[in-house]
């Protein structure tokens, strides 16, 4: 009797096993790496927020310092038009 050609279904369900647990590996280092990216974008965000927010601060403190020494100014020249 000849032997019969195996089934290339059944082969082909024999590896179904062991290639989701392959993908299910791969998935979860996946997730963990994207955890990770969205940690440093987080952190990241935090700190362009943080910067551009002292960025802004120091703006207005500069703009607030200049008006103070322009009324400075002005109030020198009125005392010294005075005496």
């Known amino acids: 009797m000849a032997k019969e050609p195996e ?3 059944i082969s082909i369900l024999r ?5 989701l647990a392959t993908q299910g590996w791969d998935l979860a280092e996946i997730k963990a790496d994207l955890r990770r990216q969205g940690v440093r974008l987080d ?3 935090e700190s362009s ?3 551009l927010g002292l960025a802004g601060h120091a703006n207005v403190r500069h703009d607030t310092v200049q008006k ?3 009324e400075l100014r002005d ?3 009125r005392l010294e038009k005075q005496h």
């Open 15 to 19: 590896e179904i096993p062991g290639t």
């Open 68 to 70: 103070q020494l322009e």
């Open 43 to 45: 952190e990241l965000f």
């Open 49 to 51: 927020t943080m910067a």
């Open 75 to 77: 109030r020198v020249e």
């Open 7 to 9: 089934n290339l279904v």
